[in-house]
């Protein structure tokens, strides 16, 4: 990969949030979960999806605070308009697992 300036980094704002709805995404190409997450009074809830039903089902979802870049433009996925992109990392197997920090932090705090 290329190196980027610091600069370039800070262009992309990622924060943390709080899955407040997760239910199956049957309409999508491949097996994904529909999300709205909570990143607080400033930037509020967000939908999203993803393809992470290997690791997660919905139900265990509502509660876990992930982190997201929430300065994409929106992107229609199927019927969804994803407003915000949950990452991830690829397990040995391809499947991704949420990432998320280790200790609770407020809604919405940006990663620094």
Not at 19 to 38: G, H, L, T
């Amino acid at each position: 990969m290329a190196e980027i300036l610091f600069d370039d980094f800070m262009k992309v704002d990622i924060r943390t949030g709080t899955i407040v709805k997760a239910e199956p995404f049957p309409e999508a190409r491949k097996p994904a979960i529909k999300m709205q997450i909570d990143f607080g009074d400033e930037i509020g809830i967000k939908k999203s999806s993803a393809q992470i039903t290997v690791h997660y089902n919905p139900e265990e979802l509502i509660g876990r605070q992930i982190m997201a870049v929430v300065n994409f433009p929106p992107r229609q996925i199927g019927p969804v308009m994803s407003e915000v992109l949950v990452l991830g990392f690829e397990d040995d197997e391809g499947a991704i697992i949420l990432a998320a920090t280790d200790k609770p932090v407020a809604n919405g705090k940006r990663l620094m």
